[in-house]
């Protein structure tokens, strides 16, 4: 979804010819593109990366090249998504070592520079590569077998409900709110047709949300490292997208009542909701994804 929010903003300045210099208000551009207002922030982030925009003096991001200047439209974004897939795959089966370079990459899987560089760019930042000082790439850990996977939810199923009793928890109505809206659209016919990577960030971004208002780092820090370590056993999982669907009302439900100011109930319904995932993962049919 960054990736393409971001094609679509750089669609957005070239088509309305936005001088440089030129603000780019998140709300705007978030109710242009019908997306909410998380995906556009990353995406802002991506293009400021790419010298597209750059950090405002006050905040925000400011256009930074005129539309004659901007990188031309991505055609082959569902391309890259699938070999970004393979990719996945091949490191989840053992077919990747450890160590590898950008020109073994780019032969083997028959890369153009511009998705080798989108490529690393992605992995990179959902923290399952890093480069290597000097030379090349290296893969980091990541939970391969369905044992390690099924033990991972024991685990959430202890911190999460316990984050939201933190002493120090603070709700951040307007994260909550937008992860809220998130789930919503999931539930209102999203959930068919988002893709699997983006329907891991969506859910982890949720629970992630929610972590985050505890003000622990130890609960914040530790679900974030979870969730890199579990994303590409998550990718291959069946997707039963008609069980998944029930998992993102039972997200809407939580964030209503973290809304309502009920932690109680919604460190209750969080656990209910965590334990019948976990039982779900324990059989390798019934795959759902939150």
Request: glycine share 6%; charged share 30%.
């Amino acid at each position: 979804m960054t990736r393409q929010t971001a094609a679509r903003i750089v669609d957005y300045i070239r088509e309305r010819q936005v001088p440089t210099g030129t603000k780019l208000v998140e709300r705007t551009l978030a109710e242009h593109l019908r997306v909410s207002r998380s995906p556009v922030r990353s995406a802002l982030r991506l293009l400021a990366d790419d010298g597209v925009v750059g950090v405002a003096d006050r905040g925000g991001y400011v256009v930074l090249r005129t539309a004659g200047e901007l990188p031309a439209a991505e055609t082959d974004v569902d391309d890259t998504e699938q070999l970004y897939l393979r990719i996945a795959a091949d490191r989840l089966d053992g077919k990747l070592p450890d160590r590898v370079t950008e020109n073994g990459l780019a032969r083997d899987y028959d890369l153009t520079p511009a998705q080798l560089s989108r490529i690393l760019h992605r992995i990179s930042g959902e923290g399952w590569i890093e480069r290597r000082p000097g030379y090349g790439w290296e893969f980091q850990p990541m939970l391969t077998t369905l044992r390690a996977y099924q033990d991972s939810y024991r685990f959430r199923l202890v911190i999460e409900p316990a984050a939201i009793l933190e002493p120090t928890f603070e709700l951040d109505r307007e994260a909550i709110e937008e992860v809220r809206a998130q789930q919503q659209r999931l539930v209102g016919g999203d959930i068919w047709t988002v893709g699997n990577a983006e329907l891991f960030d969506l859910n982890s971004g949720f629970h992630e949300a929610i972590a985050e208002c505890s003000r622990n780092t130890f609960f914040i820090d530790t679900l974030k490292r979870i969730d890199r370590l579990r994303r590409l056993i998550e990718y291959r999982r069946s997707l039963a997208r008609d069980r998944a669907i029930i998992r993102c009302r039972e997200h809407v439900e939580i964030a209503d009542l973290l809304l309502a100011d009920r932690r109680d109930e919604a460190s209750e319904a969080m656990r209910r909701h965590l334990t019948t995932v976990s039982a779900e993962k324990a059989n390798p049919t019934g795959g759902t994804r939150q």
